[in-house]
T-cell receptor, first 115, second 111 residues
Framework: DVKVTQSSRYLVKRTGEKVFLECVQD?????MFWYRQDPGLGLRLIYF???????EKGDIPEGYSVSREKKERFSLILESASTNQTSMYLC??????????????FGSGTQLSVL | KQEVTQIPAALSVPEGENLVLNCSFT??????LQWFRQDPGKGLTSLLL?????REQTSGRLNASLDKSSGRSTLYIAASQPGDSATYLC??????????FGGGTRVLVKP
């Protein structure tokens, strides 16, 4: 089975801190994604990557950056955490299989609280 | 911009009843759609994926249909069980390998 692992289940940080959220997948997937999920707003795409060192902005990239130095690892970085970044963060990965896409596999999520 | 709507937002049924969850979208230029299940405080699990050229997919008690002309997809869960209680989300993929998610339907199956 595909496994997408997020390093922390719960995280509490202070305003202004630099925060790293790590995600690792074990199935050699090309695509990796970072979403945030908020009540009433659903899932929103922050960034995605379709190859090592490649990244694309999603719908809400402001305040975030990403790093993909190795194929299996995709990191989300909050340069200076703010309270409005309190959210559930979900990492996902998928194969590239033609234009029609492939199933998305999600990690268990990181609930981040910024105080 | 693609918009995805799921109605109802919440649903409560007695055990054994069939579930019908609806998903509508505004842009017919989709590549595929996926249905996901999410348990409270957890990540999402992919249930079914329907390619744009397909009309439906089935897996066990689950059946998902896709009607691009009307902009609708439906997830059927036959003979519901308490273990089916969860939030169900639909998502459409368009150009650029990005998915757009609906807000979800929260399902409670009462024993």
């Amino acid at each position: 089975d595909v496994k997408v692992t997020q390093s922390s289940r719960y995280l509490v940080k202070r305003t202004g801190e630099k925060v790293f959220l790590e995600c690792v997948q074990d199935m050699d997937h090309e695509n990796m994604f970072w979403y945030r999920q908020d009540p009433g707003l659903g899932l929103r795409l922050i960034y995605f990557s379709y190859d090592v060192k490649m990244k694309e902005k999603g719908d809400i990239p402001e305040g975030y950056s990403v790093s993909r130095e190795k194929k299996e690892r995709f990191s989300l970085i909050l340069e200076s955490a703010s309270t409005n970044q309190t959210s559930m963060y979900l990492c996902a990965s998928s194969y590239v299989q033609g234009i029609s896409g492939e199933k998305l596999f999600f990690g268990s999520g990181t609930q981040l609280s910024v105080l | 911009k693609q918009e995805v709507t799921q109605i109802p937002a919440a649903l409560s049924v007695p055990e054994g009843e069939n579930l019908v969850l609806n998903c509508s979208f505004t842009d017919s230029a989709i590549y595929n759609l996926q249905w996901f299940r999410q348990d409270p405080g957890k990540g999402l699990t992919s249930l079914l994926l329907i390619q744009s050229s397909q009309r439906e997919q089935t897996s066990g008690r689950l059946n998902a249909s896709l009607d691009k002309s009307s902009g609708r997809s439906t997830l059927y869960i036959a003979a519901s069980q308490p273990g089916d209680s969860a939030t169900y989300l639909c998502a459409f993929q368009t150009a650029g390998n990005k998915l757009t998610f609906g807000g979800g339907t929260r399902v409670l199956v009462k024993p």
